[in-house]
């Protein structure tokens, strides 16, 4: 019998049956995802496969100075070294200038001695070591820059050298183009052909139970000629952040929308017991007791779940795969494991148990429902809730609308739930897209770099500054150094401590054209005044007001945090101090950065034409070359994962809206067959239909936009870690607009059918 | 010589069930009266139900002509056959087919709306259903009224745009005999003002208050009977007579 049921209402339960698989599969895609990340951080970041310490130096002696220093010998397991230049020269593939922070080269004997992680993955990968002038490099840096096998990079400053790339590699040290920091291996002759600073490139992994060794631990000599130091959590980081963003975001928003069909499914349901009021009681007082009339709809659901469901999570597997290879790309690959085995079983037993533990819910009211009083419904009487119309006298479709809107406030309040949702989930991911793909626009909230039109990496000095300074182009400029390296700690009265690498100081914090931008409070402007990011500040306990003990190298005292900043930088363990703090504190530093806003009315291109005509030996640059990787990689790869999370969304929202119409259609068939019978016409029924579908829509758009307003920026700066979301108005306006436009089509489309039937038909029961 | 109001031509009306046809309505030639309560009885299956439906613009003919007060049909448009509806026909069905969200009035007044004024059509509305007895009702929802009273509204609401005709299929049919009783002394009051009025039924009793019988057999006007204008005292023979045309045709 529940068959014939499910076959006479087939296409209803087919549409409840492909939303239920659309919903599963994001949310067993997404856990699926998250759990798999997770686990494969955990194992990957905690094992010998990844360096717990990177250090690059300035000194050729630096591994020396190291095995030396018993304090730190005796926490390390293996220490790797490899002699390196740091690469100051320009770096160019055909023709075009490729901008690199940190850039080096190291030279490589044999790959097998590598201790972490290294993959070959494209070209001669074969080969033990680079030839002579040949170049291995991270696949990563090879995609942020178009860079493919066979390629000829250039370096030229005084001295030009030519390199093929020959192989690019997948490291430990490189999870992801966010890391910034692309080391690229050569020969040991190629390498001393390059006439650039020497240096060290030393990993580090720690003993079984070590974490970490305290930079005190470490020779001054040593910790004050870093290039760069990177630890194992910031490696970690650079990989996390995008799992952490979309796998949770992601999990999120499948788990609303499933509930939301769920709470759909409840409301058919309740729906068609109404309108089988009547058939439930013939087939009570035929005998049928109520425990088989409930199994018999239960069964209706269940079946629907018991196909939908499992299709689902298996459907979730290949979107698990594309966010898995995207973020998986330049490790080891995304695999599924028994973790996901385990998450679909549960997820499995879970939606099945929500979905009929909601339909048993609805069923419950069953045994309430005597023949006798089931039979008395019919021609004559409803069991419907009776509503007075809120406009009286009311004849024009619009009116009609509002009073059957109000009149029908279940049904209403379901559609403005399904498109409330809908509408926010779809402008969630398409702000998320949008701050993603205009990261380059806001690199002082992700950075604590000053908002400005361009900067140039050089030696600042004075035939720089008063260039810079007097320059025709130039609005305002200020100088700065972003590596500052020193053995820094800040903690707070408890005791909690943290380290902060690289710490950044700016001539000024607080001009008004070059400024920064802070979650709260301000820039310091004082001595003993410092701003620190908002991981620290949750790290540590602290926030603007709170004072905090500051170490660096041997001086000790405590700094007023004036205001927090985002940063993903190396981490996000950053500090904001001032020069004369600096000074205070006995740091060598030297501005290495000028940071530019140009006059209004002067672009990028002008200017850079201009320093490059004037002073050639200065590149101008968009942005800071170190970010390039981190825009390119976030943009990598929230473009492909947020397009297809909106698509999804647009496509459960379709799918919810038919459902809908179906039900609204069915329910309202009579009631079209009388007004045509009473001589209203197809286009008054359509326009009515429209005119409430255009109603809720509205009102729906309106929760949505509140919804937005108030947590999706929670969200994501809980999610992320920066308040970085940015919903501009022709965003809202344009997915507002959009989803009206097409939900007014589907609803339009609906209402066809009814233009060919003839009333009696449209009538018939 | 009364003036035709509807007319119908080699009338058919087929329906198809699965991979069958199943013609209901064989070449029909058909001419009603104006003044006159025509009722087309027949067997079940007969093919009256579809013959009103299909004279009435409720349902499309296969084929065929079919004018209603000189107008073909069968070649109007939706907006033409929706004015039709609206202005010149009202129907009455047996399951009363009211708005169960509109109450006792806005059912009656809705369907006169655009015909006069808000104000002159909900006066008539309520006037209509005071002379019915509904004064006392025009808030209610038609599912809190019995069946009788649904049906006193149906009427109401026929009788809003003064439709030059009404079609009424078994409107009796769901009532018990009183209140049927109740709502064909309605309708024979009409129609002795001159209201022309088309219905269908199987009750001898309803059939007594037509001034013409037509009998449908086959999906073929198999007889057609006169009566000339009801009067109360000549129920039983007019009773007789039709039950004597019924037997001839074996029904």
């Known amino acids: 019998m529940w068959k014939k049921k499910l076959r006479q209402k087939k296409y209803q339960f087919l549409l409840i049956g492909i939303v239920l698989f659309v919903t599963t599969a994001i949310f067993a895609g997404c856990i699926s995802f998250t759990l798999e990340t997770t686990r494969f951080g955990q194992d990957f970041f905690k094992s010998e496969t990844c360096p717990d310490m990177i250090y690059l130096t300035r000194s050729a002696d630096s591994e020396q100075l190291l095995k030396q220093t018993s304090d730190v010998m005796n926490d390390v397991d293996t220490l790797f070294a490899q002699s390196a230049k740091y690469i100051t020269a320009g770096m160019y593939v055909d023709d075009k200038a490729i901008n690199v922070t940190f850039n080096s080269c190291m030279a490589l004997n044999n790959v097998e001695e590598i201790p972490y992680y290294f993959e070959r993955v494209k070209g001669a990968t074969k080969d033990l070591a680079p030839k002579n002038h040949e170049v291995w490099i991270s696949q990563a840096f090879a995609d942020d820059n178009n860079i493919e096998v066979g390629d000829t990079i250039f370096l030229r400053s005084s001295y030009e050298c030519m390199l093929t790339v020959t192989v690019l590699y997948n490291s430990a040290p490189v999870p992801s183009g966010m890391m910034g920091i692309f080391p690229m291996f050569v020969s040991q002759e190629t390498l001393n052909s390059i006439d650039e600073p020497d240096a060290t490139y030393i990993t580090l992994q720690f003993k079984d139970g070590i974490k970490s060794i305290p930079n005190e631990c470490y020779p001054e000599e040593f910790m004050s000629n870093l290039y760069y130091s990177i630890d194992v959590a910031g490696i970690n980081m650079t990989y996390s952040t995008a799992s952490m963003l979309f796998g949770g975001i992601g999990t999120i928003a499948s788990l609303i929308i499933f509930l939301v069909s769920v709470i759909l499914i409840r409301f058919i349901l309740r729906s068609s017991l109404l309108r089988e009021y009547r058939s439930i009681g013939i087939y009570k007082s035929l005998g049928y007791t109520s425990k088989k009339i409930i199994r018999f709809y239960l069964n209706c659901y269940a079946f629907v779940g018991v196909f939908a469901i499992p299709l689902g999570i298996l459907g979730g597997i290949p979107l698990a795969y594309l966010l898995g290879g995207i973020t998986n790309k330049y490790l080891t690959g995304y695999h599924i494991t028994s973790t996901s085995i385990l998450a679909a079983v549960l997820t499995f037993v879970i939606l099945m148990l929500i979905l009929l533990g909601n339909v048993y819910a609805i069923l419950r009211t069953i045994p309430k429902i005597t023949p006798i009083k089931a039979l008395s419904i019919g021609a004559t009487s409803s069991k419907e809730k009776l509503k007075r119309s809120l406009i009286p006298s009311a004849h024009s479709p619009f009116s009609m609308a509002i009073n059957m809107i109000w009149k029908k406030k279940s049904l209403s309040v379901m559609v403005v739930l399904v498109l409330s949702v809908s509408f926010y989930l779809i402008l969630l991911f398409g702000s998320i897209s949008h701050t993603c793909s205009t990261l380059e626009s806001h690199l002082d909230v992700w950075f604590g770099i000053p908002r400005t039109s361009c900067s140039i990496a050089a030696d600042v000095t004075d035939d720089v500054r008063s260039y810079l300074t007097d320059n025709p182009y130039v609005k305002k400029v200020i100088f700065g150094d972003l590596s500052i390296r020193a053995t820094t700690f800040v903690s707070n009265t408890t005791g909690n401590d943290l380290s902060a690498d690289p710490i950044f100081s700016y001539e000024s914090f607080e001009d008004p054209v070059v400024s920064f931008t802070y979650a709260k409070g301000r820039p310091p402007k004082n001595p003993l005044e410092i701003g620190i990011t908002s991981d620290m500040s949750k790290e540590i306990g602290g926030t603007v007001g709170d004072y905090v003990n500051l170490t660096i190298n041997d001086y000790t005292g405590d700094f007023l945090i004036t205001g927090i900043f985002s940063s993903l930088m190396q981490g996000g363990h950053n500090l904001h101090i001032l020069p004369v703090d600096l000074d205070r504190c006995h740091i060598t530093y030297h501005f290495d950065n000028s940071m530019i806003q140009l006059k209004e009315g002067v672009s990028f291109e002008e200017f850079q034409d201009y320093v490059q005509e004037t002073k050639p030996e200065l590149q101008v640059v968009s942005y800071m070359p170190g970010l390039k990787s981190a825009v390119i990689s976030v943009k990598n790869l929230s473009k492909p994962v947020t397009f297809t999370l909106v698509i999804v969304f647009i496509l459960f929202s379709i799918l919810n809206i038919i459902n809908l119409m179906m039900m609204n259609n069915l329910e309202n068939r009579k009631q079209y067959g009388i007004l045509k019978a009473l001589g209203f016409t197809n286009r008054y029924i359509c326009a009515q239909n429209m005119f409430r579908t255009l109603i809720l829509s509205t009102i729906a758009a309106i929760f949505a936009q509140v919804l937005d307003l108030l947590f999706s920026k929670i969200l994501f700066a809980n999610l992320v870690g920066i308040d970085a979301l940015i919903c501009p108005f022709t965003l809202r306006l344009g997915v507002t607009f959009s989803m009206m436009v097409l939900i007014l089509f589907i609803t339009y489309l609906f209402t066809l059918p009814v233009k060919k039937i003839s009333p009696k038909e449209l009538m018939e029961e | ?251």
């Open chain 2, 1 to 251: 010589m009364k003036n035709t109001i509807i007319k119908t031509e080699k009338l058919c009306k087929s329906f198809i069930i699965g991979k069958t046809s199943n013609t209901v309505l064989k070449n029909i030639d058909l001419e009603i009266y104006e003044g006159d309560f025509t009722i087309i009885m027949g067997s079940s299956g007969s093919g009256k139900s579809t013959l009103l439906y299909s004279i009435s613009t409720m349902d499309t003919p296969t084929s065929g002509d079919v004018s209603i007060l000189g107008q073909d049909i069968t070649h109007l448009n939706e907006y033409e056959i929706a004015a039709i509806r609206k202005k010149d026909i009202s129907f009455i069905f047996q399951s009363m087919n009211l708005l169960p969200d509109l109450t006792v009035f806005e059912n009656v007044a809705y369907s006169g709306y655009g015909l006069a004024s808000k104000e002159q059509i909900n006066q008539k509305a309520t006037d209509l259903l005071t002379s019915l007895d509904l004064g006392d009702s025009l808030l209610k929802y038609p599912s809190e009224l019995s069946g009788g009273g649904q049906q006193r509204v149906a009427i109401a609401r026929a009788l809003i745009s003064d439709a030059k005709i009404i079609f009424g299929d078994e409107p009796t049919g769901a009532l018990n005999s009183s209140m049927g009783r109740q709502v064909l002394d309605i309708l024979t009051d009409l129609n002795n003002k001159g209201q022309s009025i088309v219905m269908v039924t199987h009750d001898i009793k309803a059939a007594a208050r037509a001034t013409r019988l037509l009998y449908l057999s086959d999906g073929k006007i198999a007889g057609d009977l006169k009566l000339g204008t009801y009067i109360p005292d000549n129920r039983a023979e007019r009773e007789d007579a039709i039950f004597q045309f019924l037997k001839e045709h074996n029904w």
